[in-house]
């Protein structure tokens, strides 16, 4: 996806909800292929969002956020054996805009955990 298009997303964001669809089954059954949802940019993003990013090969993703590492964020799409790559501030567009159980961000938490504590093994 062209990066011009990313960042004019990205300031839509800002200022209303934008529409997008959802495309696979990483994040299902919370979000079906096909379905639509509305993202919108926030301040601070919190483990268990789902967040909507641009990928290292251009595509929208929308995939939960783990944690913070440095100065980008851990993702993994709820069906998805291993985590993303770590994303940029700068690719995000924004969240889904829904309620998240506590029951999912604890979850996030604990796979950010898992991850750093592979990492510190090593």
């Known amino acids: 996806m062209n990066p011009k298009l990313i960042e004019s997303l990205r300031e839509l964001s ?7 669809r959802i495309r696979g089954g990483c994040m299902a059954p919370i979000f ?13 993003y919190l483990p268990g969002d789902v967040l909507v990013f641009r990928t290292g090969a251009g595509d929208l993703a ?4 783990l944690g913070w590492r440095r100065a980008a964020l851990m993702t ?6 291993i985590h993303d790559a770590p994303v940029s501030s700068h690719a995000i567009v924004g969240a889904v805009d829904v309620r998240v159980p506590l029951q999912h961000r604890l979850r996030a938490i604990g796979h950010f955990a898992a991850i750093l504590v592979r990492r510190l093994l090593r």
């Open 14 to 20: 800002r200022d209303t909800a934008i529409l997008l």
């Open 32 to 44: 079906a292929d096909g379905t639509s949802v509305t993202v919108r940019a926030r301040r601070f």
């Open 62 to 65: 929308a995939h939960r956020l």
């Open 76 to 81: 993994k799409g709820d069906h998805c054996p």
